[in-house]
């Protein structure tokens, strides 16, 4: 290889040219010379610079807008271990359910310092959203259990992390509703506690009826369970303390109220079973009763002194049941043969035993035509025998003794008679006080004035009580007039009244939702009135709209 040897020139000196340079300037040469004469280069024009420039410019800022609207795209692309850190943090106090802001440690607490660290990054924010949406969840468990403080924390953080809305609203309205009952069940579970604690345990405002409306908006509720148990303990008590004193019907109508405040009485049906052996034994007792008063009136014990004679047992069966037909129909036989008895004892000149029939009679109807017959054939009779010669003696007068007694009994009657006692309580009703004074001075005149006003007082007494809407008083006004009258024309429609104020009375608390007063009213409609059609339209309202 040929080797060119290196230059020695300097500055000033010559360069002697050598053979392969000389080669390479003629090949040079030759080309140039078969190609022409070529023009001279030029530059680029000017505006062509520009619109290189400008279109470069346009691309760096398209580019930058386009890095800028993926600017957390490009950032997520990019490691950042304490961002990234955070974030995991964040969705595992997410997960766990640690939510409260106002703990460094929770969800909300590390997502808001992941938006403060990268304002831009969606991440960070998407996580905020789901701790609000967990705090509403949580609220909205809170509401369902009760807990309406919780609840309304809850969704005051839930508020602030997602800044309100439709359903924060509705369910901002559900607490408010919330809270607006239990105040009203608190309200009424004071009332009712208050109401035990008077005794006022039935009726439209009793404590029952107000557990009732609390277990209504809260079924769960302790202490309106509690406190009905406690009523129902009460009841029980009561219930067997009147079946012990044979008042069936407060035994019946305490048994129905508990029946229909608890039917799941763990003692229910033991009292039910104990009151249908009541309803059982007092029935066979009626029939032993109404035998033996039927046994006394065919051997003539007719009436008098003492329960041994047959209006005695006649009455006490009506006493028990006020509608028994049979008890009704013996007294009417009783007041026959009294008549008989009488008209044969005066035929007989014994004017003591007509004496003594016309005063039963007079006990039993005192309006009875027959009755002032007899007693005109008796005065006659009197005024005969004190004018025939040797005629017996009058009866012996009334020692001074006895003549106070008499006129104290007048008095305490007349003022029973004023005051409505007309046929209870017993022994002080002006009834009784009456026939003490004829005990004593049978043909005391004002004792007879007094019984023969009875029945008319009785039937005034009766249409005020039931113009006042006392329909329990019109009711023993009712037995009473009964008792005194027996068979009378005017019981029956005295009867029907009542019956229809029972019945009106009964729609009337259907109506107003007093499921309790309602019942009674019915069941003494259907006292009453067994057949009455209107009984089983009530009960249909009862079982389709009462409580």
Known sequence: ?????????????????????????????????????????????????????LLVVVLLVALGALAWSQRATIRSWLPSTA????LKRADAALAAGNLDCYDATSACELYRRAVH??????????????????????????????????????????????????????FAGEIDKARGRGVKIASLVNRAQQAVIDGHLSGKDGAAAL?????????????????????????ARDIRTALQQHALDEARSKLEQLGEWLPDFANLP??????????????????????????????????????????????????????????????????????????????????????????????IDPASPQLATLRQRLAAAAAASQAAPGAPAAPAPLGAAQKKKVAGLLVRAQAALEAG??????????????????????????????????????RQGFRVALKAHKLQRAGQLLAAFGHMVPGSSA?????????????????????????AAARQALAQLRKLAPDDPRIATIAEQLGSGGP
Do not use: C
């Open 421 to 458: 006692d007309l046929m209870q309580p017993p022994a002080t009703n002006a009834y009784d006080l009456y026939h003490q004074v004829l005990a004593i001075d049978a043909g005391n005149a004002d004792a007879m004035a007094g019984l023969a006003s009875l029945p008319s007082v009785t």
């Open 270 to 363: 033991g009292l039910r079973a104990d009151v249908a052996q009541a309803e059982r034994d007092a029935q066979a007792a009626l029939q032993a009763r109404l035998a033996k008063a039927r046994a006394d009136l065919v051997a003539g014990r007719l009436a008098g002194a003492g329960d041994d004679n047959a209006l005695a047992g006649f009455r006490a069966v009506l006493a028990a049941d006020a509608d028994n037909e049979a008890a009704r129909a013996g007294v009417r036989q009783v007041a026959a043969a009294l008549l008989k008895r009488a008209d044969a004892a005066l035929d007989a000149g014994n004017r003591n035993q007509a004496s003594a029939d016309i005063e039963q009679l007079t006990a």
């Open 117 to 170: 660290m990268e304002p831009d990054d969606a991440r960070a924010r998407d996580g905020l959203r789901q701790v609000g949406k967990a705090e509403l969840a949580q609220a909205r468990a809170a509401l369902a259990a009760g807990n309406l403080q919780q609840a309304t924390l809850a969704l005051g953080q839930a508020r602030a992390l997602l800044g309100g809305g439709s359903d924060l609203d509705a």
């Open 491 to 515: 019981h029956a429609p005295m009867q029907k009244m009542l019956a229809d104020a029972w019945a009106q009375q009964a729609r009337q608390a259907a109506a107003a939702g007093d499921g």
């Open 211 to 235: 557990y009732q409306q609390v277990l209504a908006a809260d079924p769960d509720n302790a202490v309106a369970r509690h406190g009905l148990d406690g009523i129902g303990q009460r009841y």
């Open 83 to 86: 961002y990234n850190d955070l």
């Open 1 to 53: 290889m040929n080797q060119r040897p290196p230059s020695r020139r300097g500055v000033g000196q010559r360069t002697e040219p050598v053979v392969g340079e000389l080669a390479a300037d003629h090949q040079m040469h030759e080309r140039s010379r078969r190609r022409g004469p070529q023009p001279p280069r030029r530059p680029p024009p000017r505006h062509r610079r520009s619109l290189i420039a």
